[in-house]
Protein backbone atom coordinates (compact mmCIF):
# COMPACT_ATOMS: atom_id res chain seq x y z
CA UNK A 1 0.00 0.00 0.00
CA UNK A 2 1.60 3.55 -0.89
CA UNK A 3 2.50 5.94 1.57
CA UNK A 4 0.47 8.68 2.47
CA UNK A 5 0.49 11.85 0.57
CA UNK A 6 -0.05 14.62 3.20
CA UNK A 7 -2.01 14.50 6.66
CA UNK A 8 -5.92 14.14 4.94
CA UNK A 9 -4.33 11.18 3.20
CA UNK A 10 -3.66 9.65 7.02
CA UNK A 11 -6.91 10.41 8.30
CA UNK A 12 -8.58 8.61 5.51
CA UNK A 13 -6.03 5.19 6.25
CA UNK A 14 -6.52 5.99 10.10
CA UNK A 15 -10.21 5.94 9.44
CA UNK A 16 -10.40 2.68 7.80
CA UNK A 17 -8.26 0.86 10.24
CA UNK A 18 -9.73 2.05 13.46
CA UNK A 19 -13.11 0.85 15.03
CA UNK A 20 -15.68 3.71 14.41
CA UNK A 21 -16.01 4.78 18.07
CA UNK A 22 -12.45 5.51 18.58
CA UNK A 23 -11.77 7.00 15.38
CA UNK A 24 -15.08 9.16 16.41
CA UNK A 25 -13.35 9.93 19.77
CA UNK A 26 -10.09 11.43 17.68
CA UNK A 27 -12.05 12.99 15.17
CA UNK A 28 -15.16 14.62 17.25
CA UNK A 29 -15.57 17.34 18.74
CA UNK A 30 -18.08 19.09 20.74
CA UNK A 31 -21.67 19.97 19.88
CA UNK A 32 -22.16 20.64 16.47
CA UNK A 33 -18.32 20.48 15.88
CA UNK A 34 -18.71 24.28 14.61
CA UNK A 35 -14.88 24.91 15.69
CA UNK A 36 -13.86 21.49 15.01
CA UNK A 37 -14.47 22.61 10.80
CA UNK A 38 -13.92 26.18 11.75
CA UNK A 39 -10.17 25.86 12.71
CA UNK A 40 -8.88 24.16 9.36
CA UNK A 41 -11.29 26.81 7.50
CA UNK A 42 -9.71 29.71 9.34
CA UNK A 43 -6.30 28.70 8.36
CA UNK A 44 -6.86 28.09 4.68
CA UNK A 45 -8.74 31.02 4.59
CA UNK A 46 -5.93 33.11 5.11
CA UNK A 47 -3.86 34.59 1.67
CA UNK A 48 -0.05 34.60 1.48
CA UNK A 49 1.18 37.46 0.04
CA UNK A 50 5.04 36.38 -1.07
CA UNK A 51 8.53 37.47 -2.23
CA UNK A 52 10.29 36.56 -5.35
CA UNK A 53 14.11 37.04 -5.97
CA UNK A 54 14.87 36.11 -2.44
CA UNK A 55 17.79 33.56 -2.17
CA UNK A 56 15.81 31.25 -1.01
CA UNK A 57 18.60 28.50 -1.17
CA UNK A 58 19.15 28.01 2.20
CA UNK A 59 15.71 27.70 4.51
CA UNK A 60 16.31 27.99 8.12
CA UNK A 61 13.79 26.07 10.37
CA UNK A 62 15.81 25.46 13.61
CA UNK A 63 14.58 27.55 16.54
CA UNK A 64 14.12 27.73 19.98
CA UNK A 65 11.30 26.65 22.24
CA UNK A 66 11.69 28.06 25.81
CA UNK A 67 15.30 27.73 25.33
CA UNK A 68 15.41 24.39 24.00
CA UNK A 69 16.55 23.91 20.07
CA UNK A 70 14.32 22.45 17.57
CA UNK A 71 14.85 21.26 14.00
CA UNK A 72 11.10 23.35 13.20
CA UNK A 73 9.28 25.13 15.19
CA UNK A 74 6.39 22.59 15.87
CA UNK A 75 5.08 20.06 19.34
CA UNK A 76 3.15 17.42 19.41
CA UNK A 77 0.14 18.40 21.24
CA UNK A 78 -0.71 16.46 24.50
CA UNK A 79 -3.52 13.80 23.69
CA UNK A 80 -5.15 11.40 25.71
CA UNK A 81 -4.62 7.39 25.44
CA UNK A 82 -2.46 6.80 22.69
CA UNK A 83 -2.92 3.49 22.74
CA UNK A 84 -5.96 3.46 21.27
CA UNK A 85 -4.07 4.06 18.20
CA UNK A 86 -0.72 1.99 19.10
CA UNK A 87 0.13 -0.46 21.23
CA UNK A 88 2.99 1.50 21.33
CA UNK A 89 1.41 4.55 21.98
CA UNK A 90 3.17 7.62 23.88
CA UNK A 91 6.39 5.51 23.54
CA UNK A 92 6.34 5.51 19.83
CA UNK A 93 5.33 9.45 20.08
CA UNK A 94 8.78 9.96 22.46
CA UNK A 95 10.89 8.36 20.02
CA UNK A 96 9.66 9.64 16.58
CA UNK A 97 9.68 12.94 18.37
CA UNK A 98 12.77 12.59 19.89
CA UNK A 99 14.15 11.64 16.49
CA UNK A 100 12.59 14.74 14.60
CA UNK A 101 13.97 16.63 17.09
CA UNK A 102 10.86 18.40 18.43
CA UNK A 103 9.00 18.60 21.83
CA UNK A 104 6.25 15.82 22.77
CA UNK A 105 3.95 17.13 24.74
CA UNK A 106 2.79 14.15 26.90
CA UNK A 107 -1.32 14.49 28.24
CA UNK A 108 -1.91 13.70 31.96
CA UNK A 109 -4.27 11.22 30.73
CA UNK A 110 -1.61 9.60 28.77
CA UNK A 111 -2.04 5.70 28.54
CA UNK A 112 2.50 5.44 29.26
CA UNK A 113 3.38 6.91 32.85
CA UNK A 114 5.93 9.84 32.63
CA UNK A 115 8.23 7.77 33.71
CA UNK A 116 7.73 5.42 30.86
CA UNK A 117 8.03 7.52 28.40
CA UNK A 118 11.14 9.50 30.11
CA UNK A 119 12.76 5.87 29.98
CA UNK A 120 12.14 5.83 26.47
CA UNK A 121 13.11 8.79 25.30
CA UNK A 122 15.98 11.21 24.26
CA UNK A 123 14.07 13.59 23.77
CA UNK A 124 12.76 17.39 25.32
CA UNK A 125 9.30 16.48 27.13
CA UNK A 126 6.82 18.72 28.25
CA UNK A 127 4.00 17.36 30.76
CA UNK A 128 0.57 18.66 30.15
CA UNK A 129 -1.26 18.79 33.58
CA UNK A 130 -4.78 19.00 34.84
CA UNK A 131 -5.04 20.07 37.78
CA UNK A 132 -6.57 18.10 40.44
CA UNK A 133 -9.24 18.98 43.53
CA UNK A 134 -7.29 17.36 45.28
CA UNK A 135 -3.96 19.06 45.45
CA UNK A 136 -2.07 16.33 46.81
CA UNK A 137 -2.25 14.29 43.70
CA UNK A 138 -1.62 17.73 41.37
CA UNK A 139 1.23 18.13 43.71
CA UNK A 140 2.42 14.85 43.27
CA UNK A 141 2.28 14.77 39.58
CA UNK A 142 4.50 17.90 39.45
CA UNK A 143 6.77 16.59 41.17
CA UNK A 144 7.01 13.14 39.24
CA UNK A 145 7.30 15.44 35.84
CA UNK A 146 10.31 17.67 37.99
CA UNK A 147 11.93 14.18 38.75
CA UNK A 148 11.45 12.58 34.85
CA UNK A 149 13.27 15.49 33.42
CA UNK A 150 10.45 17.22 32.24
CA UNK A 151 11.59 20.79 30.17
CA UNK A 152 8.08 22.39 31.07
CA UNK A 153 4.37 22.30 32.79
CA UNK A 154 1.65 22.89 30.33
CA UNK A 155 -1.17 23.38 32.54
CA UNK A 156 -4.71 22.90 30.30
CA UNK A 157 -7.33 25.79 31.33
CA UNK A 158 -10.25 24.79 29.04
CA UNK A 159 -11.58 22.10 30.56
CA UNK A 160 -13.32 22.94 33.49
CA UNK A 161 -15.83 20.07 32.56
CA UNK A 162 -15.51 18.31 29.94
CA UNK A 163 -17.41 19.19 26.46
CA UNK A 164 -20.89 18.05 24.69
CA UNK A 165 -18.75 15.11 22.77
CA UNK A 166 -22.11 13.80 21.09
CA UNK A 167 -20.44 11.65 18.51
CA UNK A 168 -18.92 9.62 22.08
CA UNK A 169 -22.41 9.40 23.61
CA UNK A 170 -23.71 7.79 20.30
CA UNK A 171 -20.90 5.33 20.42
CA UNK A 172 -21.17 4.38 24.24
CA UNK A 173 -17.66 5.26 24.15
CA UNK A 174 -15.54 3.33 26.81
CA UNK A 175 -11.73 3.24 26.83
CA UNK A 176 -10.84 -0.78 26.89
CA UNK A 177 -9.53 -1.58 30.30
CA UNK A 178 -6.41 -2.63 28.79
CA UNK A 179 -5.22 0.70 28.28
CA UNK A 180 -4.49 2.30 31.49
CA UNK A 181 -4.20 5.84 33.03
CA UNK A 182 -1.23 5.23 33.11
CA UNK A 183 -0.05 8.45 35.42
CA UNK A 184 -2.88 8.09 38.02
CA UNK A 185 -3.48 5.00 38.62
CA UNK A 186 -1.70 4.74 42.27
CA UNK A 187 -3.72 7.86 42.84
CA UNK A 188 -6.85 5.82 42.50
CA UNK A 189 -8.78 3.94 44.52
CA UNK A 190 -10.65 1.38 42.59
CA UNK A 191 -8.27 -0.96 42.07
CA UNK A 192 -8.47 -2.63 38.16
CA UNK A 193 -11.76 -1.56 37.34
CA UNK A 194 -10.41 1.23 34.35
CA UNK A 195 -13.28 2.47 33.69
CA UNK A 196 -14.21 3.27 37.24
CA UNK A 197 -10.78 5.09 36.81
CA UNK A 198 -11.23 7.51 34.36
CA UNK A 199 -14.76 8.14 35.61
CA UNK A 200 -12.55 9.09 38.66
CA UNK A 201 -10.40 11.15 37.02
CA UNK A 202 -13.02 13.06 34.86
CA UNK A 203 -14.32 14.07 38.26
CA UNK A 204 -10.75 14.86 39.38
CA UNK A 205 -10.38 17.94 37.14
CA UNK A 206 -10.74 21.42 39.36
CA UNK A 207 -13.68 23.28 38.23
CA UNK A 208 -12.98 25.81 40.71
CA UNK A 209 -9.15 26.80 39.12
CA UNK A 210 -8.86 30.32 39.22
CA UNK A 211 -5.99 32.65 37.93
CA UNK A 212 -4.80 32.22 41.88
CA UNK A 213 -3.96 28.53 41.23
CA UNK A 214 -1.20 29.67 39.00
CA UNK A 215 0.20 31.13 41.75
CA UNK A 216 -0.03 28.39 43.82
CA UNK A 217 1.81 26.01 41.35
CA UNK A 218 3.96 28.30 40.93
CA UNK A 219 5.31 28.19 44.29
CA UNK A 220 5.28 24.66 44.12
CA UNK A 221 7.85 24.02 40.76
CA UNK A 222 10.74 25.76 39.76
CA UNK A 223 9.79 24.55 36.15
CA UNK A 224 8.37 27.11 33.41
CA UNK A 225 4.41 27.29 33.55
CA UNK A 226 2.82 27.21 30.06
CA UNK A 227 -1.00 27.81 30.09
CA UNK A 228 -3.26 25.88 27.12
CA UNK A 229 -6.39 26.91 26.09
CA UNK A 230 -6.32 30.78 25.94
CA UNK A 231 -8.68 32.87 23.05
CA UNK A 232 -8.63 36.51 24.22
CA UNK A 233 -5.74 39.20 24.30
CA UNK A 234 -7.26 39.87 27.97
CA UNK A 235 -6.91 36.03 29.14
CA UNK A 236 -3.58 36.07 27.54
CA UNK A 237 -2.38 39.48 29.36
CA UNK A 238 -3.56 37.82 32.91
CA UNK A 239 -1.63 34.84 32.17
CA UNK A 240 1.85 37.28 31.35
CA UNK A 241 0.93 38.71 34.81
CA UNK A 242 0.93 35.81 36.74
CA UNK A 243 4.42 34.84 35.29
CA UNK A 244 3.89 32.18 32.33
CA UNK A 245 6.37 31.83 30.43
CA UNK A 246 4.49 30.81 27.33
CA UNK A 247 0.47 30.84 26.16
CA UNK A 248 -0.74 28.01 23.76
CA UNK A 249 -3.81 29.55 21.83
CA UNK A 250 -5.85 26.43 21.35
CA UNK A 251 -9.81 25.74 21.92
CA UNK A 252 -9.10 21.79 22.09
CA UNK A 253 -9.26 20.98 18.72
CA UNK A 254 -13.58 22.20 19.35
CA UNK A 255 -13.86 19.65 21.77
CA UNK A 256 -14.54 22.01 24.54
CA UNK A 257 -16.61 25.04 23.76
CA UNK A 258 -18.56 24.79 20.29
CA UNK A 259 -18.92 28.03 18.51
CA UNK A 260 -15.93 29.97 19.92
CA UNK A 261 -13.04 31.61 17.96
CA UNK A 262 -10.99 29.41 16.00
CA UNK A 263 -7.25 29.73 16.75
CA UNK A 264 -6.25 31.52 13.63
CA UNK A 265 -8.74 34.06 14.62
CA UNK A 266 -7.71 34.64 17.84
CA UNK A 267 -4.07 34.30 17.52
CA UNK A 268 -3.09 38.25 16.25
CA UNK A 269 -4.91 40.01 19.02
CA UNK A 270 -3.34 37.57 21.73
CA UNK A 271 0.08 38.06 19.94
CA UNK A 272 0.09 41.14 20.15
CA UNK A 273 -1.05 41.82 23.69
CA UNK A 274 1.55 39.48 24.69
CA UNK A 275 4.13 41.76 23.15
CA UNK A 276 6.68 39.19 23.57
CA UNK A 277 6.78 39.28 27.19
CA UNK A 278 5.91 35.12 26.92
CA UNK A 279 6.51 33.10 23.85
CA UNK A 280 2.79 32.19 22.01
CA UNK A 281 1.94 29.06 20.73
CA UNK A 282 -0.98 27.88 18.96
CA UNK A 283 -2.92 24.55 17.69
CA UNK A 284 -6.18 23.77 15.87
CA UNK A 285 -6.52 22.60 11.96
CA UNK A 286 -2.65 22.95 11.57
CA UNK A 287 -2.24 20.68 8.58
CA UNK A 288 0.07 21.90 6.02
CA UNK A 289 3.77 23.63 5.92
CA UNK A 290 1.51 27.02 4.75
CA UNK A 291 -0.75 26.92 7.75
CA UNK A 292 2.67 26.83 9.83
CA UNK A 293 4.22 30.04 8.11
CA UNK A 294 0.74 31.51 8.73
CA UNK A 295 0.67 31.11 12.26
CA UNK A 296 4.06 32.15 12.25
CA UNK A 297 3.38 35.18 10.23
CA UNK A 298 0.56 36.16 12.90
CA UNK A 299 3.06 35.92 15.62
CA UNK A 300 3.06 31.74 16.63
CA UNK A 301 6.62 31.10 17.77
CA UNK A 302 5.33 27.53 17.21
CA UNK A 303 2.49 24.92 16.65
CA UNK A 304 1.20 22.19 17.96
CA UNK A 305 -0.32 19.51 16.25
CA UNK A 306 -2.64 16.83 17.48
CA UNK A 307 -5.27 14.82 15.73
CA UNK A 308 -2.75 13.87 12.67
CA UNK A 309 -0.28 12.49 14.79
CA UNK A 310 -2.73 9.98 15.85
CA UNK A 311 -3.75 9.30 12.53
CA UNK A 312 0.16 8.27 11.94
CA UNK A 313 0.37 5.90 15.13
CA UNK A 314 -2.58 4.34 13.97
CA UNK A 315 -1.23 3.94 10.68
CA UNK A 316 2.30 3.05 11.27
CA UNK A 317 3.30 3.15 14.64
CA UNK A 318 6.65 5.23 15.30
CA UNK A 319 7.31 5.09 11.49
CA UNK A 320 3.54 7.22 10.58
CA UNK A 321 4.71 9.62 13.36
CA UNK A 322 8.62 9.81 11.93
CA UNK A 323 6.91 10.33 8.59
CA UNK A 324 4.34 12.89 9.66
CA UNK A 325 6.54 14.87 11.13
CA UNK A 326 9.32 15.21 8.36
CA UNK A 327 6.59 15.73 6.01
CA UNK A 328 5.59 18.74 7.97
CA UNK A 329 8.87 20.34 8.26
CA UNK A 330 9.63 19.31 4.16
CA UNK A 331 6.43 20.85 3.84
CA UNK A 332 7.28 24.40 5.48
CA UNK A 333 10.73 24.61 3.90
CA UNK A 334 9.13 24.35 0.56
CA UNK A 335 6.23 26.98 1.84
CA UNK A 336 9.20 29.53 2.91
CA UNK A 337 10.94 28.92 -0.01
CA UNK A 338 8.47 29.50 -2.23
CA UNK A 339 7.03 32.47 -0.29
CA UNK A 340 10.09 34.15 -0.27
CA UNK A 341 11.15 33.69 3.33
CA UNK A 342 13.99 31.83 4.05
CA UNK A 343 14.44 32.73 7.74
CA UNK A 344 12.38 32.50 10.24
CA UNK A 345 12.82 35.37 12.13
CA UNK A 346 12.04 37.49 8.59
CA UNK A 347 8.51 35.85 9.27
CA UNK A 348 5.36 38.37 9.88
CA UNK A 349 2.25 40.12 9.45
CA UNK A 350 3.13 41.44 5.95
CA UNK A 351 3.35 38.02 4.52
CA UNK A 352 -0.49 37.50 4.97
CA UNK A 353 -3.53 39.81 3.06
C1 LIG B 1 -8.18 12.52 21.05
C2 LIG B 1 -7.73 13.81 21.67
C3 LIG B 1 -7.38 13.83 23.00
C4 LIG B 1 -6.94 15.02 23.59
N1 LIG B 1 -6.54 14.99 24.89
C5 LIG B 1 -6.05 16.13 25.44
C6 LIG B 1 -5.51 16.11 26.76
O1 LIG B 1 -5.45 15.09 27.42
N2 LIG B 1 -5.06 17.30 27.27
C7 LIG B 1 -5.09 18.47 26.55
O2 LIG B 1 -4.67 19.50 27.05
N3 LIG B 1 -5.56 18.50 25.29
C8 LIG B 1 -6.03 17.37 24.71
N4 LIG B 1 -6.48 17.40 23.42
C9 LIG B 1 -6.40 18.65 22.65
C10 LIG B 1 -5.05 18.74 21.91
O3 LIG B 1 -3.99 18.93 22.83
C11 LIG B 1 -5.00 19.91 20.91
O4 LIG B 1 -5.35 21.10 21.56
C12 LIG B 1 -5.88 19.72 19.68
O5 LIG B 1 -5.95 18.36 19.32
C13 LIG B 1 -5.31 20.53 18.53
O6 LIG B 1 -6.11 20.45 17.40
P1 LIG B 1 -5.83 19.45 16.17
O7 LIG B 1 -6.23 18.09 16.64
O8 LIG B 1 -6.75 20.00 15.11
O9 LIG B 1 -4.37 19.54 15.79
C14 LIG B 1 -6.91 16.21 22.82
C15 LIG B 1 -7.27 16.18 21.47
C16 LIG B 1 -7.66 15.00 20.88
C17 LIG B 1 -8.02 15.00 19.43
Not at 115 to 124: D, I, L, P, Y
Not at 145 to 160: H, I, Q, R, S, Y
Amino acid sequence: MSVPLNLREYEQRARELLPQATYDYYAGGAGDELTVRENEQAWAGLRLRPRVLVDVSACETATTILGQPVTFPLLTAPCAFNQLAHPDGELAVACATAAAGVIQTLSTMASRSMEEVTAASTGTRWFQLYCHRDREITKALVERAEAAGFAALCLTVDVPATGNRERDFRNNFQVPAHIPLANLVQYLPFGQDEMALHYYASKQFDASLTWESLEWLRSITRLPIVVKGVLTAEDALLAVQHGVAGIVVSNHGGRQLDSVISTADALPEIATAVQGQAEVYVDGGIRRGTDILKALALGARAVLIGRPYLWALAVNGEAGVTHVLQHLHDDLKLSMALAGYPKLSDIGPQLIC
